[in-house]
């Protein structure tokens, strides 16, 4: 008599349990049916922004819905960031996430969520290297040759950065720890005045973007010693890496998208299908390529991985130079 009752109380579970995931498969079959929303921490007319403008038009064709560029300016990238987590897990609010999101996990004592924690990986996008720039002033033309002058200097070099604790910061900091050499941290409010200081030589070194660069550098402006990617970038192939001279030295800006920590999978691997396929399209590759990065293409645990060892990574550095927000 045991036997029968043991096969409809499993018949019983598996249907039950068939009943709890229709809610979901439809929700996400028909997903989407209206805009999408991708939200980014910093103003209009930055690199991040760049990227989720050049690939909005690539998404909503293959969506078949609008998507919507949503400015959140303010908080280091953390306000929205939080935003995003406490959005409804449906797949329409997506977050544009950078380099900035791992640093900010180790860079801020009380934030309101854990990122790696309450996030969801979709995909990522591109990563792109910083350049080790020089003020034409300062005579090294090689990273040796920078190496040897700054701890024949020692805390005479100023370097120039978009903040306490930004990406240009954090390169910097891993830069002085792995060569011992000592430099002396100036902070602005934003990448741009602390370009034009450096360009005006009131600073000598800074790690900027390469899109920021780029034409200063054409034009004998500032001096590239090196990228900070692991590879040469296509964009400038004359110019070394940092790790070529400071073994296992690496500092890039990476971007994906990320959705609140329970949204359905069916969802987050529709969108991961959906950009893999756009990342995949030779023009869209050639626009970021333009932007100084490489395609990264991978399934929402790769981004997921990615994240976590980055977090990991500079959470070390954070704490070697004892780095605190301002």
Request: glycine share 8%; charged share 20%; proline share 10%.
């Amino acid at each position: 008599m045991k036997l029968p009752h043991r096969r409809q109380f499993l018949h019983l579970t598996a249907g039950a349990a068939a009943l709890s995931a229709l809610p979901r498969m439809a929700t996400a079959q028909a997903y989407p049916s209206r805009p999408v929303r991708i939200v980014i921490g910093l103003p209009p007319g930055g690199n991040q922004d760049a990227i989720a403008r050049l690939i909005a038009p690539w998404l909503s064709e293959r969506l078949g819905q609008q998507i919507i560029i949503d400015n959140h300016p303010s908080g280091s990238n953390n306000i929205a960031a939080e935003a995003v987590i406490r959005s409804p897990p449906d797949g329409y609010t997506l977050l544009l996430v950078g380099d900035y999101n791992a640093i900010n996990a180790s860079l801020y004592d009380k934030l309101g969520f854990d990122f790696v924690r309450d996030t969801a990986p979709v995909a990522s996008l591109i990563r792109a290297p910083a350049v080790l720039l020089v003020n034409p002033s300062v005579p090294a033309k090689t990273v040796p040759e920078f190496i040897a002058y700054a701890k024949a200097n020692p805390g005479r070099l100023t370097m120039a950065s978009a903040g306490s604790g930004t990406p240009p910061h954090i390169a910097g900091e891993l830069f002085k720890m792995m060569t011992g050499v000592n430099m002396l941290h100036v902070p602005y409010r934003g990448g741009g005045p602390a370009l034009i200081d450096l360009l005006g030589g009131q600073v000598q070194v800074g790690f900027f973007s390469m899109p920021a660069s780029i034409e200063h550098i054409r034009t004998d402006k500032l001096r590239a010693l090196a990228v900070t990617t692991v590879e040469r970038s296509p964009t400038m192939p004359d110019v070394p890496t940092v790790g070529e001279f400071v073994p296992g030295y690496e500092k890039s800006a990476f971007f994906g998208l990320s959705a609140p920590r329970a949204t359905p999978p069916e969802i987050v691997e529709r969108l991961n299908r959906d950009i893999n396929a756009m990342l995949a399209d030779p023009v869209a590759k050639a626009r970021l390529a333009a932007l100084g990065g490489t395609v990264l293409a991978g399934s929402p645990a790769d981004f997921g991985k990615l994240i976590a060892e980055e977090t990991e990574k500079w959470a070390k550095v954070i704490k070697f130079a004892n780095i605190k927000p301002k």
